[in-house]
Nanobody, 127 residues
């Protein structure tokens, strides 16, 4: 079992920045492929970004590409999402997730492929 805990959410004005973190505990001896998803009010949860086990390969949704950056520090068992140039449409609950997939495939875009989830952290962008 792996436990994931997000932190760092909050409120920010349009154009501002936030960094959310995801700390993993439990069975973390071998890194997992991990990802960030978000869910806005009245909408389905959507893929934001994913990162390989080593951190050397990353994927970002088109809607956040160039503004958000996913990263990880395996020594600290922590993953990050740096969010810059925030827009009102980025307002959502952000969830981190881990998958037992061994290699990255297109499956990483699907929330059904993730086995462990955090409780979520609220990010609100106001104009």
């Amino acid at each position: 079992q792996v436990q994931l805990v997000e932190s760092g959410g909050g409120s920010v004005q349009v154009g501002g920045s936030l960094r959310v973190s995801c700390a993993a505990s439990g069975r973390t001896a071998s890194p997992y492929i991990m990802g960030w998803f978000r869910q806005a009010p009245g909408k389905e949860r959507e893929f934001v970004a994913a990162i390989s086990r080593s951190g050397g390969t990353t994927y970002h949704a088109d809607s956040v590409k160039g503004r958000f950056t996913i990263s990880r520090d395996n020594a600290k068992n922590t993953m990050y999402l740096q969010m810059n140039s925030l827009k009102p449409e980025d307002t959502a609950v952000y969830y981190c997730a881990a998958t037992t997939l061994v290699t990255i495939t297109t499956a990483i875009y699907s929330e059904s492929e993730y086995d462990y989830w955090g409780q979520g952290t609220q990010v609100t962008v106001s104009s």
